[in-house]
Nanobody, 123 residues
Framework: QVQLVESGGGLVQAGGSLRLSCAAS????????MGWFRQAPGKEREFVAA????????YYADSVKGRFTISRDDAKNTVYLQMNSLKPEDTGVYYC????????????????WGQGTQVTVSS
Protein backbone atom coordinates (compact mmCIF):
# COMPACT_ATOMS: atom_id res chain seq x y z
CA GLN A 1 0.00 0.00 0.00
CA VAL A 2 1.21 3.47 -0.88
CA GLN A 3 0.51 6.44 1.35
CA LEU A 4 0.81 10.07 0.34
CA VAL A 5 0.55 12.55 3.17
CA GLU A 6 0.26 16.26 2.50
CA SER A 7 1.11 19.00 4.95
CA GLY A 8 1.77 22.72 5.00
CA GLY A 9 -1.64 24.11 4.22
CA GLY A 10 -3.16 26.96 6.18
CA LEU A 11 -4.57 30.46 6.13
CA VAL A 12 -2.53 33.20 4.48
CA GLN A 13 -3.17 36.71 3.27
CA ALA A 14 -3.13 37.55 -0.41
CA GLY A 15 0.43 38.05 -1.57
CA GLY A 16 1.78 35.61 0.98
CA SER A 17 3.50 32.25 0.56
CA LEU A 18 3.05 28.66 1.64
CA ARG A 19 5.03 25.50 1.02
CA LEU A 20 3.16 22.24 0.72
CA SER A 21 4.86 18.91 1.28
CA CYS A 22 3.85 15.45 0.12
CA ALA A 23 5.60 12.54 1.78
CA ALA A 24 5.36 9.12 0.17
CA SER A 25 5.63 5.92 2.19
CA UNK A 26 4.64 2.30 2.14
CA UNK A 27 5.09 -0.03 -0.78
CA UNK A 28 7.85 0.89 -3.18
CA UNK A 29 6.51 1.99 -6.53
CA UNK A 30 7.90 3.40 -9.72
CA UNK A 31 6.38 6.78 -10.35
CA UNK A 32 6.08 8.21 -13.84
CA UNK A 33 5.07 11.56 -12.39
CA MET A 34 3.86 13.22 -9.23
CA GLY A 35 1.47 16.08 -9.24
CA TRP A 36 -0.52 18.57 -7.28
CA PHE A 37 -4.20 19.15 -7.91
CA ARG A 38 -6.68 21.40 -6.16
CA GLN A 39 -10.40 21.64 -5.69
CA ALA A 40 -12.21 24.83 -4.75
CA PRO A 41 -15.69 24.74 -3.19
CA GLY A 42 -18.30 24.04 -5.84
CA LYS A 43 -15.70 23.47 -8.54
CA GLU A 44 -14.11 20.46 -10.14
CA ARG A 45 -10.65 19.30 -9.28
CA GLU A 46 -8.00 20.93 -11.44
CA PHE A 47 -4.38 20.32 -12.30
CA VAL A 48 -1.87 22.63 -10.63
CA ALA A 49 1.63 21.28 -11.19
CA ALA A 50 3.52 18.06 -11.87
CA UNK A 51 7.04 16.74 -12.08
CA UNK A 52 8.06 13.89 -14.33
CA UNK A 53 10.21 11.47 -12.40
CA UNK A 54 12.60 10.39 -15.15
CA UNK A 55 13.92 13.83 -16.06
CA UNK A 56 12.43 16.17 -13.43
CA UNK A 57 10.67 18.18 -16.12
CA UNK A 58 8.01 20.33 -14.54
CA TYR A 59 4.57 21.33 -15.75
CA TYR A 60 2.24 24.04 -14.50
CA ALA A 61 -1.27 25.27 -15.01
CA ASP A 62 -1.30 28.68 -16.67
CA SER A 63 -2.95 30.16 -13.60
CA VAL A 64 0.05 29.38 -11.38
CA LYS A 65 3.00 29.76 -13.76
CA GLY A 66 5.61 32.07 -12.38
CA ARG A 67 4.16 31.84 -8.85
CA PHE A 68 4.31 28.15 -7.93
CA THR A 69 7.28 25.81 -8.05
CA ILE A 70 7.19 22.02 -7.76
CA SER A 71 10.30 20.20 -6.61
CA ARG A 72 11.40 16.86 -5.22
CA ASP A 73 13.70 15.46 -2.56
CA ASP A 74 14.45 11.83 -3.35
CA ALA A 75 16.21 11.21 -0.05
CA LYS A 76 13.05 12.15 1.80
CA ASN A 77 10.59 10.67 -0.72
CA THR A 78 8.94 14.05 -0.70
CA VAL A 79 7.53 16.41 -3.29
CA TYR A 80 7.04 20.09 -2.53
CA LEU A 81 4.89 22.86 -3.90
CA GLN A 82 6.21 26.32 -3.15
CA MET A 83 3.40 28.81 -3.59
CA ASN A 84 4.23 32.51 -3.77
CA SER A 85 2.14 35.60 -4.49
CA LEU A 86 -0.95 33.75 -3.42
CA LYS A 87 -4.34 35.01 -4.56
CA PRO A 88 -7.81 34.39 -3.11
CA GLU A 89 -8.60 32.27 -6.17
CA ASP A 90 -5.86 29.85 -5.08
CA THR A 91 -8.08 28.81 -2.18
CA GLY A 92 -9.00 25.15 -2.11
CA VAL A 93 -8.04 21.69 -0.97
CA TYR A 94 -4.70 20.71 -2.44
CA TYR A 95 -4.06 17.06 -3.22
CA CYS A 96 -0.83 15.28 -3.96
CA UNK A 97 -0.97 12.38 -6.39
CA UNK A 98 1.34 9.82 -7.95
CA UNK A 99 1.05 8.23 -11.37
CA UNK A 100 2.65 4.97 -12.41
CA UNK A 101 1.23 5.31 -15.90
CA UNK A 102 2.32 7.69 -18.63
CA UNK A 103 0.52 10.87 -17.64
CA UNK A 104 1.27 14.30 -16.30
CA UNK A 105 -1.85 16.47 -16.59
CA UNK A 106 -4.70 13.95 -16.48
CA UNK A 107 -5.83 13.46 -12.91
CA UNK A 108 -7.96 10.46 -13.86
CA UNK A 109 -4.83 8.52 -14.70
CA UNK A 110 -3.12 9.11 -11.35
CA UNK A 111 -3.05 6.01 -9.16
CA UNK A 112 -2.44 7.23 -5.62
CA TRP A 113 -3.83 10.25 -3.82
CA GLY A 114 -3.27 11.95 -0.51
CA GLN A 115 -6.03 13.11 1.80
CA GLY A 116 -5.61 16.76 0.91
CA THR A 117 -4.59 19.90 2.76
CA GLN A 118 -6.64 23.09 2.95
CA VAL A 119 -5.21 26.32 1.61
CA THR A 120 -7.17 29.49 2.30
CA VAL A 121 -6.06 32.84 0.93
CA SER A 122 -7.79 35.88 2.37
CA SER A 123 -8.12 39.14 0.49
Amino acid sequence: QVQLVESGGGLVQAGGSLRLSCAASGRTFSAYSMGWFRQAPGKEREFVAAIKWSDSNTYYADSVKGRFTISRDDAKNTVYLQMNSLKPEDTGVYYCAAATRRTVLDGTRYDYWGQGTQVTVSS
